[in-house]
């Protein structure tokens, strides 16, 4: 089981105190500045100048990003989502019968 390291990551200029398991914290470090970054560009961009507008603003990018990115061989996340529902309900059903013999 990985240890839980504690550490500071700066995001436009501010400091926040984080957590995470040792084996995320690649992937959090990587999040932080892809965070920052966005945040920068847009505050750069001058139409917006509060810090929790830039946030939403990032946020809802972000989202849409994840949200029409393409998953594998080009399904979109969505349609990857409604297709693994599909295969658990198809598996429920098949196995619904079985459940007798347990």
């Known amino acids: ?46 139409k917006i100048k509060a810090a929790d507008r830039i946030a939403v603003m990032v946020a809802l990018n972000l989202a849409v990003e994840v949200l029409s990115s393409k998953g594998v061989e080009g399904i979109q996340v969505g349609e990857l989502k409604r297709k693994i529902e599909r295969v658990n309900k198809l598996a429920d059903e098949a196995l619904s019968p079985q459940e007798p013999l347990f």
Do not use: H
Not at 15 to 27: G, T
């Open 1 to 46: 089981m990985s240890n839980t390291e504690r550490f500071t990551a700066t995001i436009m200029g501010r400091e926040y105190q984080l957590a995470c398991s040792s084996d995320e914290k690649a992937n959090l470090l990587s999040a932080v500045n892809m965070v920052d970054a966005r945040m920068q560009e847009i505050q750069a961009g001058g």
